[in-house]
């Protein structure tokens, strides 16, 4: 430390004696804390020292101007220590300063109590029901339980991602392998397709279930299998329809498929209902692309799938494709997925490149460029669109969207989708449309993901909400003990019907009167 030399009186010499640097050069206020210099004075003030004079010789006096130049040197060269301008920033360094004390247990706590507020508020919600108001909405409140229920997805597992990538896993793990029926199906065209008949613990009159996969789905994919298992569970038989080229069936013709045509499944619903029993009723399930191949059939031939089906269901259907496919694409996860979708179709046409090789030789399709596609769009862009005959991919994915179509659709229709769902954003979920409409229910949870819909501490691959359900919806509808079910289709129609006539009699009122004249007409017919 820094001192003084002070020089007192002594016997014939002077005694030297140091004191500190403040003593010697008087009171120093600190820069960094304006009020110091005023405690200090006010300090000295209250303690008003007895002057005491001190002789002071000449060398003493320069060392002490020394030493106030290095004190004011060293003050000058501190670094500037922020002021806190206001109370907010007191009350943030405050926190600050207190949580980065606390222990770590503590810490760890208020984590997990924070997250189990977030997961009662945010996420464990009772799903929405977008339907009109009339005989189908009621029936499903009154008859379909799981519907009042809150959805509680997996505590651990809420986020969509996780969620349709642990279900899947899951169920890949755990589900057995089922030992179905096969029956090759030969199509108008020459084509084949495989059906998968599971009617074990079946009675001759149980009711059945056409399944329809995703897009490289075929019967042993896991969420297939757990929609067999709960359809078995209810003692309904299932058939589960393989796509051209899937389920290990080789391709007769250079045809494969895609979500716009529904010709394949035309002639399967006709098959599978000349199968059946004439008492036993007949319902359809799609999932994911092979929702919207049910959609656009039910779409587009209603009396003929309302003759043939009692009941349809499809799950995480993409509503809108384009916004599907834009949000197939977004990164980082997201196109993850997305790519690995791509590579499994690239897969499906690998395995039949003979017979394409031969015929697509000469054209302007380059096979190995599409088996080298990264995205589902490129893939539709180079290859399905143009086997299918369209001029652009944004063609296909208009004529395959069926968020717009559900006016036409007169089978009873329960549609279950995810909000956050990475395949298809909320805001493509048509509600507007389906409060609308008379035959089509959407069920809509907060999470679930995409084929996900996992729930409990620690995922039942079996009993899970995607399954019950399923089971619940199809159980009431095509066992019909009491026949409401029916009473209530007839009613939905009658419905329908009107108001097909007032938006006919509203476009056209000489088409409405020639469709009058049909009616009566086919009246007359069953009649005679």
Same mark, same amino acid.
């Given at each position: ?9 002594? =016997?014939?010499?002077?005694?030297a ?10 009171? &120093? ?12 004075y006010?300090?000295q @003030? ?8 001190? /002789? ?57 109590v ?20 009339? #005989? ?13 229920n809150?959805?509680? #997805? ?5 986020? +969509?991602?996780? @969620? ?17 029926r096969?029956?090759?199906l ?16 079946c ?16 019967s ?60 036993c009723?007949?319902?359809? =399930? ?29 799950? +995480? &259907? #993409? ?12 990164? &980082? ?13 690239c897969? =499906? ?22 088996l ?8 539709d ?26 006016? *036409?659709?007169?089978? #009873?229709l ?9 395949? @298809?954003?909320?805001d ?24 996900g819909?996992?729930e409990?501490?620690? /995922? ?51 088409l ?10 086919? *009246?007359? &017919?069953?009649?005679?």
């Amino acid at each position: 430390m820094l001192c003084a030399l002070v020089r007192g009186p002594s =016997t014939g010499h002077k005694l030297a004696m140091y004191r500190s640097v403040s003593e010697l050069l008087g009171p &120093v206020h600190d820069v960094r804390h304006p009020s110091a210099g005023r405690g200090f004075y006010q300090q000295q @003030q209250q303690q008003k020292p007895v002057p005491v004079s001190v /002789p002071v010789s000449v060398p003493v006096q320069a060392h002490r101007r020394d030493l106030l130049s290095l004190s004011r040197v060293a003050e000058s060269s501190k670094p500037p220590v922020r002021r806190l301008h206001s109370e907010h920033d007191a009350m943030f360094y405050s926190m600050y300063a207190y949580l980065s004390n606390l222990p770590r247990l503590h810490v760890l706590g208020m984590a997990v109590v924070a997250y189990v507020v977030y997961y009662l508020i945010q996420v464990v919600k009772r799903p929405i029901i977008a339907c009109s108001d009339g #005989p189908f909405k009621q029936y499903l409140i009154r008859k379909v339980p799981t519907l009042e229920n809150k959805y509680w #997805p997996t505590f651990w597992c809420v986020e +969509s991602r996780a @969620q349709t990538v642990l279900a899947s896993l899951l169920r890949s793990k755990s589900l057995p392998h089922v030992n179905y029926r096969r029956e090759i199906l030969s199509l108008k065209d020459g084509g084949e397709v495989a059906l998968d008949w599971m009617e074990e613990g079946c009675e001759a009159s149980s009711p059945c279930i056409l399944i329809l996969p995703g897009l490289t789905g075929e019967s042993q994919a896991e969420y297939i299998k757990c929609l067999v298992f709960a359809a078995q569970q209810a003692g309904m038989r299932v058939v589960v329809f393989n796509n051209r080229g899937l389920g290990g069936i080789e391709l007769k013709t250079p045809r494969l498929y895609c979500a716009a045509n529904c010709e394949d499944l035309c002639e399967v619903v006709q098959h599978v209902r000349r199968s059946l029993p004439e008492h036993c009723k007949l319902g359809a =399930t799609g999932i994911s692309m092979g929702g919207l191949i049910l959609g656009n059939y039910l779409a587009r031939k209603s009396d003929e799938a309302r003759s043939f089906l009692s009941a349809a269901k499809i799950i +995480s &259907v #993409p509503w809108d494709v384009h916004k599907g496919s834009a949000s197939i694409e977004k990164p &980082v996860i997201n196109s993850l997925l997305g790519r690995h979708l791509a590579g499994s179709l690239c897969r =499906t046409l690998r395995n039949h490149l003979d017979i394409y090789r031969d015929i697509y030789q000469d054209s302007d399709m380059d096979i190995q460029r599409i088996l080298r596609c990264k995205t589902i769009k490129e893939f539709d862009e180079l290859f399905t669109a143009k086997q299918f005959g369209y001029a652009h991919v944004n063609d296909y994915y208009s004529d395959a969207t069926l968020h717009n179509k559900l006016d *036409h659709i007169s089978v #009873p229709l329960l549609c279950l989708s995810a909000a956050d769902d990475p395949f @298809q954003p909320l805001d493509a979920i048509p509600i507007k449309a389906a409060n609308q409409c008379t035959h089509v229910a959407i069920i809509i949870t907060a999470r679930g993901g995409h084929i996900g819909f996992l729930e409990g501490w620690w /995922p039942s691959t079996k009993d899970q909400y995607m399954g019950r359900l399923f089971q619940e919806y199809f159980t009431k509808a095509l066992f019909d003990e009491d026949g409401e079910f029916q009473h209530t289709s007839n009613k939905m129609h009658e419905r329908f019907l009107a108001k097909q006539t007032v938006a006919l009699a509203s476009s056209s009122p000489l088409l409405l009167a020639k469709k009058m004249d049909s009616d009566q007409l086919d *009246h007359k &017919v069953k009649l005679m």
